[in-house]
């Protein structure tokens, strides 16, 4: 083999050998994206969990609010020495389906939150997935890339080294 065939050849290899690692660097960082999407989409999950708690204990603080408000409705009135019907007790009934209506909304509200969240969630996830497979993609173009190099280099270091391709062709008689 000539000189320039064999240089061509070293240099060959180095670039091949370049691709290919680049294809793993490539993966290692989508990665390590994917773990950090990973990671965040553990907390919207975490937080999606808190916004559970969150809901239960304001119904229990609704709760305790129509309880409290109906006591003291009942023993204003009671106070004020006022029979507990007709418009007396129609203000408490009412002040009453106000709060509830107040509470529902407070539970639908934390019920959307809650749902934005687990989208949120999704959303890392889905990019996990995408960056693993972005990685994966850059690891094989990168070894096609290097094989192709291979035989592109290895080719031309034939040619400059003078090799005979005919070779491999059959001989006429």
Not at 44 to 53: N, S
Not at 102 to 122: N, P, R, V
Not at 130 to 151: I, V, W
């Amino acid at each position: 083999m000539s000189l320039v065939g064999g240089a061509m050849l070293a240099l060959t290899a180095v670039k091949a050998v370049s691709q290919w690692s680049m294809g793993g660097v490539r993966e290692a960082e989508a990665e390590y994206s994917a773990g950090v999407a990973e990671y965040n989409a553990a907390l919207y999950e975490g937080k999606a969990d808190i916004i559970d708690v969150q809901k239960s204990i304001d119904k229990v603080r609704y709760e305790r609010l129509k309880r409290s408000s109906f006591g003291t409705s009942v023993a204003n009135v009671a106070g004020a020495g006022i029979e507990l019907q007709g418009s007396a007790l129609a203000v408490i009934l009412d002040t009453q389906k106000q709060i509830g209506i107040d509470q529902l909304i407070g539970q639908a509200e934390f019920e959307k939150e809650k749902l934005y969240t687990k989208y949120e969630a999704m959303g890392f996830r889905s990019e996990a997935d995408m960056a693993r497979m972005r990685g994966r993609y850059s690891r094989q173009t990168a070894r096609s890339n290097a094989y192709s190099t291979l035989l592109t280099g290895g080719t031309q270091a034939a040619i400059y080294s003078g090799f005979d391709f005919n070779l491999f062709r059959k001989k006429e008689s």
